[in-house]
T-cell receptor
Framework: NAGVMQNPRHLVRRRGQEARLRCSPVKGHSHVYWYRQLPEEGLKFMVY????????ESGMPKERFSAEFPKEGPSILRIQQVVRGDSAAYFC????????????FGDGTRLSIL | QQQVKQSPQSLIVQKGGISIINCAYENTAFDYFPWYQQFPGKGPALLIAIRPDVSEKKEGRFTISFNKSAKQFSLHIMDSQPGDSATYFCAANAGGTSYGKLTFGQGTILTVHP
């Protein structure tokens, strides 16, 4: 009964590089969410995906950020041309999509931009 | 209108005492209110959740009180223990389900002294 798995746990990038964050949801979960947490702050919603579909991307910056949840494989959050302000913890959550089933979170990827 | 305001930012209680954390919201469409506990380096873990059709829900030492007219809800931790020391987040969701975009409060750092 593996929970939400995120990798890498820590990622260091230089300004201008690309960052790819991976999330494998709980087995059987078809809904994936990405949140960002800045130091000393709460989690901010970024994007909500179902298999092969983006349901809600209202929290996603318009540029440089993209997310996908393909039919096979993990969900990917991609940040192009990273800047110092992208440094944060990025959390993925998953749920089965049924009304009374909560979102389960992974332990996050800590992204540091040099 | 999408905000959830959480207080206090930090809280120190003695072992055996009661910890109380409060949240307020504006969006009347919110109808699912979970509380999450987060330890350093870990992802948030669901503690307890409530829907507005009840005014109180209790699970073990954790109780949520909900005041729909005031648009406020609170977490009470009875008989607080040092192991409860963590950051607590309230959250809210709209749409009658527990999936979709969660809006988080800013978090409360709880320290329980032995």
């Amino acid at each position: 009964n593996a929970g939400v798995m995120q990798n890498p746990r820590h990622l260091v990038r230089r300004r201008g590089q690309e960052a790819r964050l991976r999330c494998s949801p709980v087995k059987g979960h078809s809904h994936v969410y990405w949140y960002r947490q800045l130091p000393e702050e709460g989690l901010k919603f970024m994007v909500y995906l179902q298999k092969e579909n983006i349901i809600d991307e209202s929290g996603m910056p318009k540029e440089r950020f993209s997310a996908e949840f393909p039919k096979e494989g993990p969900s990917i959050l991609r940040i192009q041309q990273v800047v110092r302000g992208d440094s944060a913890a990025y959390f993925c959550a998953s749920s089965p999509g049924q009304p009374n089933q909560p979102q389960h979170f992974g332990d996050g990827t800590r992204l540091s931009i040099l | 209108q999408q905000q959830v305001k959480q207080s206090p930012q930090s809280l120190i209680v003695q072992k055996g005492g009661i910890s109380i954390i409060n949240c307020a919201y504006e969006n009347t469409a919110f109808d699912y209110f979970p509380w999450y506990q987060q330890f350093p380096g870990k992802g948030p873990a669901l503690l307890i959740a409530i829907r507005p059709d009840v005014s109180e829900k209790k699970e073990g030492r954790f109780t949520i009180s909900f005041n729909k007219s005031a648009k406020q809800f609170s977490l009470h931790i009875m008989d607080s223990q040092p192991g409860d020391s963590a950051t607590y987040f309230c959250a809210a969701n709209a749409g009658g389900t527990s999936y979709g975009k969660l809006t988080f409060g800013q978090g409360t750092i709880l320290t329980v002294h032995p």
